[in-house]
């Protein structure tokens, strides 16, 4: 780090430690949200981290540190949302359910500002992130896309069937015929 006067001064021991820290949990999260905290109470912040389960990780950091990780992780677009105090949703599992997760806690925790993120490299707004919300989670969309595979697979398995049927039957009748035309 320079100081003003462009002088490198020694990074505290510490301070290195939360950007080593940080820098790990940009690099493993399949994407990242943006809070902003202002107003909510510590067992809030700890009843946000249970809503949010365990494949996200809520970290309150401070604005430099959180800036110096991202570019440090190659995370790009987020700069202009380090202002006031700022906390991060470093997730790791299923981005809609985190999504909620926040979007939820906000509705009933006004202090708790969604301001934006990123997800597969691209920078999200808060509307964005709202979306994402929206969206089914992706056990029920899996399950959706079976259910339907297995419509289809059995409408197949119909339409497969049908002229093997279809010539039982035509053969059936023949054979009655011929033993009527016999009789």
Same mark, same amino acid.
């Given at each position: 780090?320079?100081?003003?006067h462009?002088?490198?001064?020694?990074?505290?021991?510490?301070?290195?430690?939360?950007?080593?820290?940080?820098?790990?949990?940009?690099?493993?999260?399949?994407?990242?949200?943006?809070?902003e905290?202002?107003?909510?109470?510590?067992?809030?912040?700890?009843?946000?981290?249970?809503?949010?389960?365990?494949?996200?990780?809520?970290?309150?950091?401070?604005?430099?540190?959180?800036?110096?990780?991202?570019?440090?992780?190659?995370?790009?677009?987020?700069?202009?949302?380090?202002?006031?105090?700022t906390?991060v949703?470093?997730?790791?599992?299923?981005?809609?359910?985190?999504?909620?997760?926040?979007?939820?806690?906000?509705?009933?925790?006004?202090?708790?500002?969604?301001?934006?993120?990123?997800?597969?490299?691209?920078?999200? #707004? /808060?509307?964005?992130?709202?979306? +994402? $919300? &929206?969206?089914? =989670?992706? @056990?029920?969309?899996?399950?959706?896309?079976?259910?339907?595979?297995?419509?289809s697979?059995?409408?197949?398995?119909?339409?497969?069937?049908?002229?093997?049927?279809? #010539? /039982?039957?035509?053969?059936?009748? +023949? $054979? &009655?015929?011929? =033993?009527? @035309?016999?009789?």
């Amino acid at each position: 780090m320079a100081d003003t006067h462009g002088r490198t001064k020694p990074v505290r021991e510490d301070k290195a430690a939360a950007v080593t820290e940080i820098v790990d949990r940009f690099r493993a999260a399949s994407a990242t949200v943006i809070t902003e905290y202002r107003g909510l109470s510590v067992s809030q912040i700890t009843d946000l981290r249970r809503a949010l389960g365990e494949d996200a990780h809520y970290r309150v950091a401070k604005n430099t540190l959180v800036k110096i990780a991202a570019n440090e992780a190659g995370v790009e677009g987020l700069d202009a949302l380090f202002v006031g105090p700022t906390a991060v949703t470093f997730v790791n599992g299923d981005v809609v359910d985190a999504a909620k997760g926040l979007r939820n806690f906000a509705k009933d925790n006004p202090a708790l500002v969604i301001k934006g993120g990123v997800f597969e490299g691209k920078a999200l #707004t /808060a509307d964005d992130v709202n979306k +994402l $919300a &929206d969206l089914e =989670s992706r @056990e029920v969309l899996l399950a959706k896309l079976a259910g339907a595979m297995k419509g289809s697979m059995s409408k197949a398995a119909s339409l497969f069937q049908a002229p093997l049927s279809k #010539t /039982a039957r035509l053969a059936q009748a +023949l $054979a &009655d015929k011929q =033993s009527d @035309e016999a009789a």
